[in-house]
């Protein structure tokens, strides 16, 4: 089990603090990290690379006065690969802008081809072992990927407690093999984006600027029509129901029954408040189901669509 270092547990959802020092100041950064603790929120998440480190120095700011009441993840590896080098020496500097002597949770930012996963792990096992990081996390692995790296991890004496796929509405392929393999091995779930880069939003319809707009990396993966036309009837149905789609969508990402625990991110604290307000929605099956169908379900692993 995943906690704080006094016991505290994770919280439904995560903070995700890659706007920090970017397209948030730090005063627009505190507040948004007053009001995911204020919402109860107790599992913050950034990245060596996150605005060229402002986000870990900010985050580790934030964090001084009630350290031991939160779960702090970072990652490493996102470039340079994933040789026992570059992670001791992204680490060292993770670990100076956090102001922390021990991470709680140390992902690897991605899936490195060129370095034997031994070498990886006998690093990530060096920090663990010397009381400098107290879980190990993947983020953009695949399943198979996973269940390798755990291999490896477990000739090492430690194991994957955590990963974090892309998951949303409009982007489901995790739920086909990253989420049955979670539930069976007692991996924890901090997927990322459940407002598909802000497509559930509803804000693109009406006109609006954001990463769909200025990032042809957002633009392309979300330039799908049927992802469109999903994010309009979820759109219609939390206009009917009187609450913010963002809500919606943040609050169907969270009842998948894996239990996962969604990335929220904002740029401002009243951009974060209709994530935050998806603890209070009441997620009904019905309505979970309603929800669901608005979107293309992918087949499962074997293709047999019609067992699935």
């Known amino acids: 089990m995943i906690t704080s270092p006094n016991g505290t547990p994770l919280s439904p959802l995560t903070f995700g603090t890659m706007q920090f020092g970017g397209n948030a100041d730090e005063q627009a950064s505190r507040a948004m990290f007053d009001a995911a603790r204020d919402a109860g929120i107790t599992h913050f998440d950034t990245a060596y690379v996150y605005t ?34 570059n992670i001791f020496t992204g680490f060292a500097t993770s670990q100076q802008r956090l102001r ?42 695949a399943a198979w990927q996973v269940m390798k790296a755990q291999t490896v991890a477990a000739q090492f004496d430690i194991r994957i407690d955590i990963v974090q796929p892309m998951h949303s509405l409009v982007k489901r392929q995790s739920e086909v093999e990253i989420f049955p393999m979670c539930v069976d091995q007692g991996i924890e779930l901090a997927p990322y984006s459940p407002l598909g880069g802000g497509l559930l939003t509803g804000k693109y319809a009406g006109g609006g600027t954001g990463r769909l707009t200025e990032d042809s990396r957002y633009a392309a993966r979300y330039n799908v029509a049927w992802m469109r036309e999903a994010a309009d009837k979820l759109t219609a149905l939390a206009r009917d129901m009187g609450i913010d789609p963002a809500s919606l969508a943040v609050a169907w990402a969270m009842a998948h029954p894996a239990r996962p625990r969604p990335i929220v991110s904002a740029r401002s604290a009243s951009q974060l408040t209709p994530s935050l307000a998806a603890l209070e929605v009441e997620m009904t099956s019905d309505l979970y189901d309603q929800i669901t169908g608005f979107s293309v379900t992918p087949p499962p692993a074997t293709d047999r669509i019609e067992e699935a």
């Open 52 to 85: 060229d480190g402002a986000s870990e120095s900010l985050l580790g700011q934030f964090i001084q006065s009630e350290r031991d009441n939160l779960i702090v993840a970072t990652k490493a590896a996102y470039s340079g690969g994933s040789s026992r080098g």
């Open 100 to 141: 922390v002597d021990v991470v709680d949770i140390l992902y690897l930012h991605r899936f490195d081809d060129d370095t034997p996963l031994q070498e990886t792990f006998d690093a990530l096992a060096t920090l663990k072992h010397e009381g400098r990081i107290r879980h190990i996390g993947v983020s953009n692995f």
